[in-house]
């Protein structure tokens, strides 16, 4: 697993190096900022995993820092507070914060927070991606998001009608499958199928190659199995 960086935000000198010589023997990769401005720059060039935010500072507060990142990142913020300023703590967390650590800090508190927050994030990340993955199914150059209706090919978008969009649907979902006309409009229309409909079918069929076929005289992915009907063929 690649080390994971924090970045440290502060403009008191002894804390920002003692945690970052405290994260560094947990094995994190620290970056160190000293205002803001510069947290800002360091969140844009370095990518941090997780970032530890002091509210009072020099040229840009921690918070207006903070809503600078949440416009762009859902990463985690650890919010530091002097005890003192319990309304700091509590805007800061309504502003976006994810946890707050009070000045002084407990060293062990610290780094057992940061490991939390850093699991936490971890797994609601992987369960984000899992989610993603499932609404999206691929076929060679073809990829089809569920969520937003969409098919790409070739990463360029398609734009098909409802009725286009449930039969590419439908063949992506049964790969290499072979349907007859009637099995396809039952399927994709909800409605039974009599002599008529294989014309209706072979309209759509026709419409469809035109926008995802590369050659839509030689078709790669729907293809006629004569006598038969039709399939999607799998990559």
Do not use: C
């Amino acid at each position: 697993m690649d080390q994971q960086k924090i970045l440290v935000v502060d403009d008191d000198k002894e804390i920002l190096f003692s945690m970052s010589k405290l994260l560094e023997y947990d094995g994190f990769h620290v970056i160190q900022a000293k205002d803001g401005i510069e947290a800002l720059e360091q969140f844009e060039k370095e990518k941090p995993d997780l970032i530890i935010l002091d509210i009072m500072m020099p040229k840009l507060d921690g918070v207006a820092a903070l809503m600078k990142i949440r416009e762009v990142s859902h990463i985690p913020v650890i919010i530091l507070s002097a005890k003192t300023q319990d309304q700091d703590k509590v805007y800061g967390l309504t502003m976006g914060a994810d946890d707050y650590i009070s000045k002084p800090y407990n060293p062990a508190e610290l780094g057992a927070r940061v490991k939390a927050l850093l699991r936490r994030y971890r797994a609601w990340s992987n369960s984000k991606e899992e989610t993603k993955k499932d609404n999206i199914i691929e076929n060679g150059g073809l990829i089809l998001d569920m969520d937003s209706k969409q098919i790409l090919v070739d990463g360029v978008e398609k734009r098909l009608t409802a009725t286009e969009y449930k039969i590419v649907k439908f063949f992506m979902n049964n790969l290499g499958r072979v349907y007859s006309a009637e099995e396809l409009y039952e399927k994709v229309w909800n409605e039974n199928a009599d002599y008529s409909v294989e014309n209706t079918v072979m309209v759509h069929i026709r419409r469809i190659r035109e926008k995802i076929e590369p050659d839509t005289k030689n078709p790669k992915y729907i293809k006629v199995v004569w006598g038969i009907g039709y399939k999607m063929e799998k990559y």
